[in-house]
């Protein structure tokens, strides 16, 4: 990725900083590691302000990304620097390099994946559950300072912490940490500091990782293991990106790295995609709009499978489809319809809960995990399911009976319910509607469960199916279009604009050059964008306090439903706007500032990448057809 440069000021490690002196860090200075299990974000100031290990939801060991006080670990030099980072060639292996007035030194940051028995290129196949650090002297001498915080559970533990041969070993509530590296720290209660000067050619390089309270003491790490370990990662993820390399397009960098970042933010053991790895990042800074995104939504379902598709990646696309079709089918049959989100395990109950110990990134509060959406009605599963299904239309062999016979019946269920008011794509809290993207998606369902009926063997559902794909048409024609708006509608007899409509041609509904699809088109350009030129969702009342910023996935749709509009130089355009905000190392949040520009909400956001990557297929596609109409 391109780098970036960005002076920062030495870290100060003569005591706890005040409440605010860190959260001032800006969303879009972190970057990701992961194992596909567990994730941490580092800053462009060397510190690991965020870490889950084992699992994407699991209670963090570092947190300061919500509250200063809440466990961070950093290694920077001790003057002040200017910073380029970058992710090495083809993988998940972050390089911050610090250019001080004496010298050079280069921190490379590793979620340490191991290399899988049967030699295939499966990041997370093998999981150390090890966070490796590699800091070397490239030039002149540099002085670093490490600061060893761990705050196991969200900050509420402040675990003992001592000495041991090789680093130092932190018990705490369930945790065990073991942080191993050749320097000598200075302990004080439960944070330990160290500074070492580094000449040209110099290295060091420290490993933690951990156990649970009640299992064998986690290993320590002599230097020559965590080396190998490092450099194994750096093999295994660029043999993972050589496996996958199945896009040939515009922007051809930013589409391969989103395919690896999707693939750091599943869950390899079972399959499941995160929406992020983040926790209440909010869409305001010091509003309320904050939410838990460490879960696997049934809707993601559909744009990340085909995402994947395109970025060679078809096995994870199976995988995830596999793991998304056996959760939802336990939920269909409990009498309240499709669960729209399940837990990366396959739990069903995310219930809601908020932590009052945490101040909450900037003051932003309250912080929350568990996410209260986990039992809302959404109709859009539905055709979100099904859409998803037909990528594999031709190895529906592959799939057992109960999979066959399930989907089928959520294709019943969008003929049944289709006439139902929800909370529609974007969860409101303000009540349900009859929201048009909700209908959309269950004649998407029926749809494409016409199209795989044999392969579902229920060729006897067709007529019904057909049946009510002509009266979701019908409804959405007659009422989803308004007059005074001139554009189809945030929901039936509405003349609200919402960015959801978008993706009535991306969905084959209808054609986008269609003069009513154009117009809507136009609407949404005009009058449902920000000064940026970036999409909002929508401008009407959702129920909820606040407000939020301009929505990446959704500018990524116009992008994509321009490009097959034919109006190619306004796609592109739209997308150049988008991908201007991804940050120095290329990832991208859920929302932009209106008025700043800075990211906001939970980061990474896998949405916005699923966007980027959709919408430029979607223009190298559009551009291929016009060039071949051109040589006819």
């Not at 002149?140 to 533990?157: D, N, S, T």
């Not at 942080?179 to 420290?206: I, N, Q």
């Not at 009605?377 to 057992?400: I, M, S």
Request: glycine share 10%; net charge negative; hydrophobic share 40%.
């Amino acid at each position: 990725m391109t780098r970036a440069i960005r002076r920062v000021a030495a870290p100060d490690t003569s005591g706890p900083g005040t409440a605010d002196d860190h959260l001032s860090t800006p969303i879009a200075d972190y970057g990701l590691l992961s194992d596909s299990h567990g994730s941490a974000l580092v800053s462009k100031a060397g510190s690991i302000d965020w870490l889950c290990f084992d699992r994407f939801d699991a209670a963090p060991v570092f947190c300061r990304l919500l509250d200063e006080r809440a466990g961070h670990w950093t290694i920077a030099p001790t003057e002040t620097a200017e910073v380029q980072r970058r992710y090495l060639d083809g993988t998940m292996v972050l390089e911050t390099t610090f250019s001080t007035v004496s010298g050079t030194i280069t921190l490379e940051d590793a979620y340490a994946v191991g290399a899988s028995v049967d030699g295939t290129h499966e990041v997370g196949g093998v999981a150390p559950g090890a966070l490796i650090r590699r800091v070397v002297c490239t030039q002149g001498g540099v002085r670093i300072g490490v600061e060893y915080a761990p705050r196991p559970e969200y900050g509420l533990i402040s675990p003992l912490l001592r000495t041991i041969d090789g680093g130092l070993i932190a018990r705490g509530g369930a945790s065990v940490l073991v942080l191993s590296g050749r320097v000598p720290f200075d302990v004080e209660g439960s944070t330990a500091k160290a500074e070492v000067e580094l000449r040209v050619g110099e290295r060091l390089t420290f490993a933690l990782n951990h156990a649970q309270s009640w299992e064998p003491a986690p290993r320590s790490f002599d230097e020559a293991d965590a080396e190998q370990l490092i450099d194994q990662t750096i093999d295994i993820w660029a043999a993972w990106s050589r496996a996958h390399d199945g896009y040939d397009g515009p922007w051809r960098e930013l589409v391969m790295h989103s395919g690896r970042v999707l693939q750091a933010l599943t869950f390899r053991p079972t399959g499941a995609m995160v929406a992020a790895p983040t926790t209440s990042l909010p869409e305001t800074v010091g509003g309320v709009r904050n939410w838990d995104y460490r879960y696997a939504w049934v809707r993601d379902a559909s744009f990340t499978i085909q995402a994947l598709s395109k970025t060679a990646c078809p096995a994870e696309a199976h995988h995830f489809f596999s793991w998304m079709a056996g959760s939802a089918a336990e939920s269909l049959h409990e009498g309240s319809g499709l669960q729209i989100m399940f837990g990366i395990g396959g739990e069903h109950d995310l219930s809601e809960r908020e932590l009052p110990h945490l101040r909450g990134y900037r003051g932003s509060s309250p912080v929350r995990i568990g996410n209260g959406a986990w039992d809302q009605l959404q109709l859009d599963v539905y055709g979100e399911l099904l859409d998803a299904a037909a990528v594999f239309r031709e190895e529906f062999d592959e799939f057992d009976d109960l999979t066959r016979h399930f989907l089928a019946d959520v294709a019943d269920a969008a003929a049944e319910r289709w006439r139902e008011d929800d909370e529609g794509i974007w969860e409101v809290r303000g009540g349900r509607r009859p929201f048009l993207y909700s209908k959309l998606m269950c004649w998407v369902a029926v749809d494409r469960a016409i199209a795989l009926a044999d392969g579902l063997g229920a060729t006897d559902r067709v007529d019904d199916w057909r049946r009510a794909r002509s009266e979701i048409r019908t409804a959405i024609l007659d009422e989803g279009w308004s007059n005074s708006a001139g554009a189809f509608t945030q929901s039936l007899g509405s003349s609200d604009l919402d960015a959801s409509v978008l993706m009535m041609p991306i969905v084959g509904f209808i054609s986008a050059t269609d003069p009513r699809m154009l117009a809507t088109i136009d609407a949404i350009g005009e009058r449902l964008t920000d000064e940026r030129g970036l999409v909002v969702r929508y401008r009407s009342r959702d129920g909820l306090d606040g407000e939020e910023g301009s929505f990446l996935l959704c500018t990524f749709w116009l992008a994509q439903a321009q490009a097959m509009a034919g109006r190619l130089a306004d796609a592109r355009a739209t997308f150049e706007r988008a991908i201007g905000y991804a940050n120095d190392v290329g990832l991208l949040a859920e929302e932009v500032e209106p008025n700043t520009g800075e990211l906001l909400g939970n980061f990474p956001q896998a949405f916005s990448h699923i966007g980027l990557v959709n919408a430029a297929v979607a223009i190298a596609r559009a551009e291929r057809a016009e060039g071949s109409l051109g040589h006819e």
